[in-house]
């Protein structure tokens, strides 16, 4: 079973439209969680860090579901240029600070 | 954005030539990490730096090695390039003084080995 698994999408939304990312992670000794987005050919860039309160940052809300093992992302309000891979990614508690990375959920935002 | 450049950016080379990458960063960060990317897969660990000349393996460190002679400085060589190493190559940094995990990552090399 992998680490983090995340459906691969792709979402192809219209513009305006509310989506929801779903990511599962396996070990129990993750402490960490975060939402990267990566362009097409870009490096990946850090959209917003998971906590266990979840948080939110403008249209993105993030949640955390540790007894689930379960993280989530909303994006409400989308843009044509929220279209990008979204990466679900972990740090487990001891691996100094070595992430483990989902392989992305594609969203494509459509005018 | 962190100042992280990666060089060089795009290369081509032959199979059984060695290839070194460079990843130099400006923010004085303690940790350092270099990543592969390929379709069907996540960003995978190849290997870190915990500091000037502590480095260590990742998940796939096998046909690569690393040095950290400068806190600026990481580099990433092939000894000998095989066609399974063709990829997109990531460095990222970390702080690592105020207890964050967040990476960011440079903009990446597209190697080609033929």
């Known amino acids: 079973r992998k680490e983090v698994e995340q459906d691969p999408g792709p979402f192809n939304v219209p513009e305006g439209a509310t989506v929801a990312f779903n990511c599962t992670y396996s070990n129990s000794a993750s402490q960490s969680f975060f939402w990267y987005r990566q362009d097409c050919r870009k490096e990946p860039k850090l959209l917003m860090s998971v906590y266990s309160s979840g948080n939110e940052d403008g249209r993105f809300t993030a949640q955390l579901n540790r007894a689930s093992q379960y993280i989530s992302l909303l994006i409400r309000d989308s843009k044509l240029s929220d279209s990008a891979t979204y990466l679900c990614v972990v740090n487990l508690r001891g691996s100094q600070g070595n992430l483990i990375f989902g392989k992305g959920t594609k969203l494509s935002v459509k005018p | 954005d962190a100042g992280i450049t990666q060089s060089p950016r795009h290369k081509v080379t032959e199979t059984g030539t060695p290839v070194t990458l460079r990843c130099h960063q400006t923010?004085?960060?303690?940790?350092m990490y270099w990543y592969r990317q390929d379709p069907g897969h996540g960003l995978r660990l190849i290997h870190y730096?915990?500091?000037?000349?502590?480095?260590d393996k990742g998940e796939v460190s096998d046909g690569y090695s690393v040095s950290r002679s400068k806190t600026e400085d990481f580099l990433l060589t092939l000894e000998s390039a095989t066609s399974s190493q063709t990829s997109v190559y990531f460095c990222?940094?970390?702080?690592?003084?105020?207890?964050?995990?967040?990476?960011?990552f440079g903009p990446g090399t597209r190697l080609t080995v033929t």
């Open positions: 923010e004085n960060h303690r940790y």
């Open positions: 990222a940094i970390r702080d690592g003084t105020s207890g964050s995990y967040e990476q960011y």
């Open positions: 730096s915990y500091g000037v000349k502590d480095t």
